[in-house]
């Protein structure tokens, strides 16, 4: 239902760009973003956001870093990171709101399909 890619190794302060395609009822969800979990640590949220979010909702940790936008007409999620750190280093996963569901949500429970995951991995 949601297919990632991108993802990778970089240097700290380098970029990397994640996608994620929605299909089946998932490309019917209105709202769809990115969770990350390193070794060791919870699962937390990203970013997230819709057709009419404008720049979406970001966590603080990536804030001026990380920019995320969504392609209504491929069913589709970008998260743009930029200036990336050792601490950004994890496996980061979409997902996809229930279908309906118009207003975006920090905890993970709240989401109702999920991609794979894909490593971003951030050397210092």
């Known amino acids: 239902q949601l297919q990632a890619s991108g993802g990778g190794y970089v240097q700290a302060g380098g970029s990397l760009r994640l996608s994620c395609a929605a299909s089946g009822r998932a490309s019917s969800s209105s709202i769809m973003g990115w969770f990350r979990q390193a070794p060791g640590k919870e699962r937390e949220f990203v970013a997230a956001t819709g057709p009419h979010f404008g720049n979406g909702v970001i966590a603080d940790s990536a804030k001026g870093r990380f920019t995320i936008s969504f392609d209504n007409t491929k069913n589709t999620v970008t998260l743009q990171m930029n200036s990336l750190k050792p601490e950004d280093t994890a496996v980061y996963y979409c997902?996809?709101?229930?279908?309906?569901?118009?207003?975006?949500?920090?905890?993970?429970?709240?989401?109702?399909?999920w991609g794979q995951g894909t490593q971003v991995t951030v050397s210092s």
């Open positions: 997902a996809a709101r229930p279908i309906g569901i118009t207003v975006v949500s920090r905890a993970s429970s709240g989401y109702r399909w």
